[in-house]
């Protein structure tokens, strides 16, 4: 945007309403997972995010209520990511063993994790170290 052009609410497309303001929430989003997993919550800095994704600071706040908010979408995100994952393998019903599902399992998250050079980790796993840490309700998110 020029410098000589005034940004309001207006600028910036509504929420839900159009693609493109799906599309930066979901960058936002996608940005926060990469941190979180290989940062974790606390150390995770918005301004890192934004700056990733080429927001301004100020459009956070349009996308999410708070930091809060905002890990709680990545939790949700995370979470359907995870359970698709899941679901392709263990209901995979071209292999027939459950071992073998299992083995796939394993190999697709083996394959994930290499392709990160083995910086990032599970988001749950980073988010239960630091629990005591994390906004109240996080806890019941987490199980």
């Known amino acids: 945007m020029p410098s000589n ?6 600028t910036f497309p509504k929420k839900g309403n159009t693609k493109k303001g799906h ?7 996608r940005s926060g997972v990469e941190l979180m997993t290989t940062y974790g919550y606390i150390s ?9 994704v080429g927001v301004p600071k100020g459009s956070f706040y349009y996308y999410f209520k708070s930091k809060e908010d905002f890990g ?18 263990l209901n995979n019903s071209s292999i027939k063993s ?3 599902r299992i083995k796939a399992f394993y190999e697709d998250a083996k ?3 290499a392709k990160y050079d083995y910086d990032r980790g599970c988001l749950i796993g980073e988010l239960i170290q630091e629990e005591s840490l ?10």
């Open 5 to 10: 052009q005034t940004i309001s609410a207006s």
């Open 134 to 143: 994390l906004p109240q309700g996080y806890a019941q998110l987490l199980e």
């Open 44 to 52: 995770s800095n918005i301004e890192n995010i934004l700056k990733q």
């Open 23 to 29: 599309e930066t929430r979901s960058a936002l989003i």
């Open 98 to 100: 459950p071992i073998a």
């Open 111 to 113: 394959q994930g994790m």
């Open 72 to 89: 709680k979408a990545i939790i949700a995100s995370y979470d359907s990511f995870f359970a698709h994952k899941l679901d392709k393998h």
